[in-house]
């Protein structure tokens, strides 16, 4: 009998080693992610095919997008006026970006529909004690709602803060909802929320109900998102976290305008796909006539896994694709998927000034060695790669050609890409544009460059680390 279920047992994880492996090599995802994959499974089966169901499964496919948003998109058409829709997904100020960059406007609004906005004034914010006070003031400030979605949103000092500062206003009156990333904040414990409920902070946990229960795991909520009474607006890279508010270097976004309708509108969809309430009409939360009179032109995309399409990445590839003068690129991790990296080299091998800043020293140990296993074709294609000392740096911008600005929460790497939920603002400004490049610049002076010769010159392990960390770096 023993012996039998041996058999069957032996039969059935072969079929699903071989199920697996066909299923990885009918994937639409890149050859480098499906080798990594293979090799896995090949070299560990067990824990290999475990890591895949977890790690490994494609959602972005048609379909699961419509299927996961049906309810807030009847909730929204059902309750959002026409002012408010037009807002977020009319085109009429399409024609006030340069004509070389309404292409891309229109490929980013091809899966959300959100289109670019006008009106709007921007600070960008590259100090996390710049962010804390502004945000503290605008939190003492709110009348109406708070809405909270953050990765992180830690229990130190500065999270703490926040945290009385949100239950007071609950207790005023002001209606606060907030939206927690339910792998990366695992360790706190629910106590730590009930305090916040008991003070009348309305929580979700971040949920994505479509995907393969252990797949959870894989596709997190990346997003930094406030938005304050429907006039404020949070985006960027810095979470709510000590180490963001005093120790790293990071850039944040703090705006005023008809863009924070399109940042409202993506935590409402957060909201209620992840199982949170609303009881009101959709307008309140939209409110009309912001004049601020400024002229910068922003557009909000975001992005996840169930989506049909990768649209920060092919973002991203246009932005290389289409800058002339210079792109200057500043990431945590630096682990390009293949077309990105292509039209990174393809810009910098036609002239264009191509820099790509990141940390000395990565804060997680496995990311430095991928990081550096793509130096030596990025530095011989021309790519300058600066590793910037001191702080870490956390920011996620991109620059190019005095005009084009990106700024969000989507790091330069196969997971931000393809598999978060991610949300990035692009700004059509050349004001806006000349500053994050004098940012850059300034960033700059607490930075090596890396020198193809010199690099070449490394130890043998060094490269030998490098090389292995390179055959899973589509998986990190």
Not at 28 to 34: E, H, L, V
Not at 65 to 91: D, H
Not at 222 to 234: A, L, S, T
Not at 439 to 452: G, H, N, S, V, Y
Request: charge should be neutral.
């Amino acid at each position: 009998m023993l012996q039998a279920l041996s058999i069957i047992g032996s039969i059935i994880f072969l079929l699903l080693l071989t199920g697996a492996i066909l299923v990885i090599l009918n994937d639409n995802q890149d050859s480098g992610r499906k080798i990594a994959w293979i090799l896995i499974i090949g070299i560990l089966p067990v824990i290999g095919l475990l890591l895949y169901l977890v790690f490994g499964l494609n959602f972005r496919k048609p379909g699961f997008f419509k299927i996961r948003n049906r309810k807030f998109l009847e909730v929204f058409e059902e309750r959002a006026g026409e002012q408010t829709k037009n807002l977020l997904f009319g085109s009429q100020h399409e024609d006030a970006i340069r004509p070389k960059y309404r292409s891309l406007s229109r490929l980013l609004s091809r899966d959300s529909g959100l289109t670019v906005s006008d009106d709007n004034e921007i600070e960008i914010i590259t100090s996390g004690g710049r962010k804390l006070e502004a945000l503290v003031n605008d939190i003492l400030s709110a009348k109406h709602h708070i809405h909270f979605e953050y990765f992180y949103f830690l229990k130190d000092d500065g999270s703490r803060k926040i945290k009385n500062l949100l239950m007071k206003k609950a207790r005023e009156g002001v209606k606060v909802r907030f939206i927690h990333e339910n792998i990366a904040n695992i360790t706190i414990w629910p106590g730590y929320y009930n305090e916040m409920k008991e003070a009348g902070v309305e929580i979700v946990r971040f949920t994505n109900p479509d995907t393969f229960l252990l797949s959870k795991f894989n596709y997190r909520d990346h997003r930094k998102i406030v938005v304050i009474d429907g006039k404020i607006g949070y985006t960027g890279g810095m979470n709510i976290g000590d180490d963001y508010f005093f120790r790293w270097r990071d850039t944040h976004m703090r705006m005023t305008g008809n863009a924070v309708t399109s940042l409202q509108y993506c935590f409402l969809n957060s909201w209620i796909t992840s199982g949170g309430r609303i009881d009101n009409d959709f307008d309140e939360f939209f409110p009309q006539n912001r004049v601020t009179h400024d002229d910068k032109l922003v557009q909000i995309i975001p992005d996840q896994p169930d989506r049909e399409w990768p649209m920060l990445h092919m973002g991203a590839v246009w932005a290389a694709q289409h800058a002339e003068q210079y792109l200057y690129i500043q990431t945590p991790y630096f682990v390009p998927p293949e077309p990105l990296l292509l039209a990174l080299k393809s810009a910098a091998l036609k002239g264009c000034d191509v820099r790509v800043m990141v940390p000395a020293k990565a804060d997680l140990f496995f990311m430095d060695p991928a990081n550096k296993s793509y130096y030596s074709e990025c530095l011989e294609a021309g790519i300058r790669i600066f590793e910037r000392g001191g702080r870490f740096i956390h920011a996620k911008t991109s620059v190019s050609d005095d005009y084009l600005s990106i700024i969000g929460s989507a790091n330069m790497d196969y997971r931000s890409m393809e598999l978060s939920h991610e949300i990035n603002a692009y700004i059509y400004n050349s004001d806006i544009a000349t500053e994050n490049r004098e940012i850059f610049l300034q960033d700059l002076k607490a930075c090596r460059e890396i020198r193809l010769e010199e690099w070449k010159k490394r130890p043998w392990y060094r490269k030998a680390l490098e090389t292995i960390v390179r055959l899973f770096a589509p998986l990190l």
